[in-house]
DNA sequence: GGCGATGATTGTAA
DNA sequence: TTACAATCATCGCC
């Protein structure tokens, strides 16, 4: 403490004090009664003052008073108190200083982007996100999901709401504290040295101190949207079976191609449509309905047959249809809506695929897959209505189309969906290829 | 609780 | 990338 007074007061002695006319010119008198009109005179002055200061704190409480108030009424101050605070500019604080410039923390760069993808920080959409619809959409769109998908945004915006309040909290608390130092600083200016410059300084590391509290905010924050969002997958995972449409429109679909169980793209995203269920479900279904089909396919025959009496059902009715319309005169006339609802020229090519396929010339790599397909369940159908047999293995079905090594034939995957389900205005031709 | 059915996942091959 | 095959994990019925 001793090395400091006489470091101070050594640099006061021979110090030009920058900015302030301390020197000869200004003509200030003497605090006490000395004659400071050459420098030496100056010195003695800053030195009588500065000892003054040192010194106070052995004096008793009203002596110092006393003091203090003569020094504050002191002309010199101002100028003594700025050649104190360039100086603290000089040494510590600068050091300090220095240190301040800190980089943007990539940590919290991370949690600020994080916050901000999860919809917590950042504008308001409707108290969700967009990873939670992404998650919605990935748990297959099936009202269970929507209701997983609703909790799960209600979740998240209460952790946006605990996030905003603390946040507010933490900014209210900041710049209360801020106003309160600064206030104080100020107050204590007029009696120590403080530059403006050490305020702001002072505000800067408060402002970084509340900020590391912030970042703590936002990490637990981040953490509980990792723990919602884990637990949200978690619950996705749990298998749930298909609704039973969905399982017979997959059905209907897989037993009428069944010669070609491939479906495109574009039939995988139509049937996903309708069975409200994702296109990689429906991947999935095709992948477990075809292995388990061709290992064990006597136990599928009974559905097989189900399915093929269903289409050919349905067949048959659009036929009919399609032959009244006709003996009618009115060829172009659409079916109502019903569920034989297939259009003429795919009913009629199905029929006649059928009749070819009763023939010898029944061969799978000869006829187009599809049209096989519809000749299948067409087959199928008639003979379980009409009793016909052809003596196939199978006395009710055949999986012809299995080769060899119990894979189906390589043939090109339908450009659509043929369900016997769909109204007039969506029938897709299987048989154009 | 056992068991079959079924949707999902994983590893591999083409 | 896609399909296959094996496997896992859960569902739903008894």
């Not at 001793?2 to 110090?15: D, F, K, N, Y």
């Not at 929507?146 to 933490?170: M, N």
């Not at 079905?397 to 299995?402: A, K, V």
Request: proline content about 5%.
């Amino acid at each position: 403490m001793m090395e400091e007074q006489a470091r101070i007061m050594q640099a006061l002695s021979g110090v030009t004090l920058a900015g302030h006319s301390v020197q000869g010119g200004m003509g200030l008198p003497p605090p006490h009664g000395h004659e400071g009109t050459d420098g030496d005179g100056r010195k003695q002055d800053i030195g009588d003052i500065l000892h003054q200061i040192m010194t106070i704190t052995d004096q008793s409480l009203d002596e110092a008073q006393a003091k203090k108030h003569g020094l504050n009424c002191h002309r010199m101050k101002p100028a003594l108190f700025s050649v104190l605070c360039e100086i603290k500019e000089k040494t510590g604080l600068s050091i300090r200083g220095a240190q301040e410039q800190d980089p943007p923390d990539p940590q919290l760069m991370r949690l600020d982007n994080m916050l901000l993808a999860e919809g917590v920080s950042g504008p308001e959409k409707g108290g969700g996100s967009a990873a939670a619809a992404a998650a919605a959409a990935a748990a297959g769109g099936g009202a269970d999901s929507s209701i997983e998908h609703s909790d799960y945004r209600a979740k998240l915006t209460q952790i946006r709401q605990i996030y905003h309040t603390e946040l507010e909290k933490y900014e209210q608390a900041c710049n209360e504290f801020t106003t309160h130092v600064m206030n104080l600083l100020r107050e204590q200016s007029r009696t120590r040295p403080i530059s403006p410059k050490e305020i702001e300084r002072m505000v800067g590391i408060i402002h970084r101190k509340f900020s590391s509290i912030q970042m703590q905010l936002k990490q637990s924050t981040c953490e509980a949207v990792m723990i919602l969002r884990s637990r949200f997958l978690d619950a996705r995972r749990k298998r749930r079976n298909f609704s039973k449409q969905a399982t017979e429109i997959l059905n209907e679909y897989f037993y009428s191609h069944l010669s070609n169980p491939y479906p495109s793209e574009e039939a995988k995203e139509e049937l996903a449509k309708k069975c409200s269920i994702t296109v990689s479900q429906v991947s999935n279904w095709f992948g477990n309905k075809r292995i388990r089909y061709k290992k064990n396919i006597g136990k599928f025959q009974e559905e097989a047959n189900l399915y093929a009496a269903k289409t050919a059902v349905t067949a048959t009715h659009a036929v009919a249809a399609a032959i009244h319309n006709s003996q009618a005169n009115s060829p172009t006339t659409p079916n109502s809506g019903s569920s034989a609802s297939f259009s003429l020229p795919n009913s009629g090519d199905m029929f006649m695929n059928m009749q070819s396929l009763n023939g010898a010339s029944y061969q799978g790599a000869q006829v187009g897959d599809n049209v096989q397909s519809q000749g299948d369940t067409i087959r199928h159908a008639i003979s379980q209505t009409v009793g016909y047999n052809d003596g196939l293995r199978h006395p009710m079905y055949s999986p012809h189309s299995l080769n060899g090594n119990g894979g189906w034939h390589g043939a090109p995957t339908p450009s659509s969906v043929t369900s016997p389900n769909e109204g007039p205005g969506s029938v897709h031709s299987d048989t154009s290829n």
